[in-house]
């Protein structure tokens, strides 16, 4: 059935079309009549019509008008004009705006019924096309799912290409640069493969949760993980992406909780160009997972010191040597340089080159000293000094001497519960503090993100990051008071406030007195 409306100023040019169509046409419905562009343009909006016969010329708005404003709302509707002009400036305004078809008066009844025959087959032909598009978007997203878990296990254990662009093109992947985020789901309660179990028949509801928010590719249940590949379609910078991602990420571990009644683990890996090096971006997102200690968000690029560790580049008995130093084990650093001394010996080292070898250690381990912010030798004084020891027991007691000095500085930054990364921001805080800081800005500064940073510095400070600028400042402000050389308004401009009222406000919230009335103790004490 199709529903039609006549649009014509005259009375009979609308009778004549009804009559005719209602004795000629069983499929076509006359739904309404128009006597103007404006009403043609209202009844259209609420009848929704198939076809609209239109007269050019009408009072008020015109024919043309309307259906340029009707094609504004409504873009299915066929149009059929009629005219009493044939004038080309008419014709070709209907052309452009893909009119079926242009009737000049006086109107025939062959005429109108040829014109909605040949309408009615268009809009037949539309609504067959129209069909076959959404069964096939209907099977495509029943499929999607089964293809973005094929196109997961190609990018991670399927070495064939071509198979994987087979995958973009089906799925219409056309995305630039694109990241894994693996989400790992945890219950104390439940053993592995119960909860891999519920998690498979809560996966359609954990899919709709997560694609509401991106374009994501969502994998497989894989035991108790979901691997997503998330894509970036335009280039973009590092530290953006980095935040944008954390804060989807938040979104998702927020509605899935609350979805699986589960503690979520969400690690993030580096951006990669295309789909190829996923892999990369999937190990990332792990290694940033076993960062985190409870459910949480956690970034790569967020993991303190993993650059430097992968940047010396050492060989496991090295390496085992940097890691307790790192984390102050002091007997256990001292227990195994021997290791290194067997170690060269197997090699057949002569004294001289043995002396290189621990050269070049004291290099990397006085690099990753500086890295912390700890200098246990000056002025490259171990150089000359290990040139000139001449025996192997010597350099022996030398060395261990220098890794147990090392090891006791790490311990004692473990001690203090300060990592480099959060004493780089007090000392950035100090530096800065009469400045309007903002966790945003110290956390680019750093280059990890301000979730990562705000946690970081609360566990390791036992402060809120706002509140810990504030104390500073506060502290600043009563010196300054109490050297008497500023006025309030002064000293609020100078600790880096704007408002002297609001400065007034924070002051007396901390210490209990306004800064005037913190002034005049001052004064009255000094009387004393």
Not at 255 to 273: F, H, M, P, S, V
Not at 486 to 499: A, R
Request: aromatic residues 10%.
């Amino acid at each position: 059935m199709y529903k039609l409306l006549i649009a014509d100023d005259e009375q009979i040019v609308l009778d004549s079309i009804k009559y005719i169509v209602e004795n000629n046409f069983q499929n076509i419905k006359v739904s309404g009549l128009a006597r103007s562009g404006r009403e043609a343009i209202e009844k259209s909006e609420l009848e929704r019509p198939d076809i609209i016969v239109i007269d050019i010329k009408m009072p008020g708005i015109n024919g043309i008008d309307a259906i340029s404003l009707i094609k504004e709302k409504y873009n299915l509707a066929k149009f059929i004009i009629i005219s009493a002009y044939d004038k080309f400036d008419f014709a070709k305004e209907a052309l452009s705006l893909n009119v079926t078809e242009y009737l000049l008066k006086p109107l025939s009844k062959s005429k109108i019924i040829n014109s909605l025959d040949k309408v009615t087959k268009i809009i037949d032909s539309e609504r067959k096309n129209r069909n076959k598009e959404l069964e096939l978007k209907e099977k495509m997203e029943n499929l999607r799912p089964a293809l973005e878990n094929g196109l997961i296990y190609s990018i991670f254990f399927d070495t064939c290409l071509n198979r994987l662009e087979s995958y973009e093109k089906v799925l219409n992947i056309n995305f630039k640069y694109s990241y894994v985020m693996t989400l790992e789901f945890k219950n104390h309660e439940e053993k592995v493969f119960e909860l891999s179990s519920k998690l498979q028949n809560l996966y359609t509801k954990i899919r709709e949760q997560i694609i509401k928010y991106e374009n994501i590719i969502v994998g497989p249940i894989m035991s108790n993980k979901i691997i997503l590949v998330v894509p970036i379609k335009s280039d973009i910078d590092e530290y953006k992406n980095r935040l944008e991602s954390i804060d989807m990420a938040k979104f998702i571990l927020r509605d899935l909780e609350n979805l699986t009644k589960n503690k979520i683990k969400i690690g993030i890996g580096n951006y990669y160009r295309r789909l190829y090096s996923m892999k990369n971006s999937y190990e990332e997102s792990v290694k940033a997972i076993k960062n985190i200690k409870e459910n949480d968000i956690s970034h790569i690029r967020d993991i303190l010191f993993e650059k430097k560790y992968n940047r010396l580049n050492l060989i496991s008995i090295e390496k085992k040597i940097i890691e307790n130093i790192q984390v102050g084990n002091v007997d256990e650093t001292i227990d195994i340089y021997d290791e290194i001394f067997v170690r060269m010996k197997e090699h057949s080292l002569n004294f001289e080159n043995i002396k290189m070898e621990v050269l070049e250690l004291m290099v990397l381990f006085k690099r990753l000293a500086m890295d912390y912010n700890i200098y246990f030798l000056s002025n490259d004084n171990y150089i000359n000094e290990i040139l000139s020891i001449s025996n192997l027991e010597d350099l022996k007691l030398w060395f261990r001497e220098k890794m147990g000095t090392i090891a006791h500085e790490f311990k004692k930054l473990k001690e203090n519960n300060l990592s480099a990364i959060i004493k780089k921001s007090l000392k950035y805080i100090d530096e800065n503090y009469n400045k309007d800081i903002s966790l945003e800005e110290i956390s680019k500064y750093l280059s990890i993100s301000p979730h990562y940073f705000s946690k970081l510095f609360k566990d390791e400070t036992a402060h809120n990051f706002v509140e810990y600028v504030t104390s500073l400042k506060m502290k600043q402000a009563k010196i300054l008071l109490e050297e008497g050389n500023l006025s309030v308004k002064e000293i609020c401009f100078n600790i880096g406030y704007k408002d002297p009222n609001y400065f007034s406000r924070i002051f007396k919230k901390i210490l209990g007195l306004s800064p005037s009335e913190y002034k005049e103790y001052i004064v009255n004490k000094k009387k004393v």
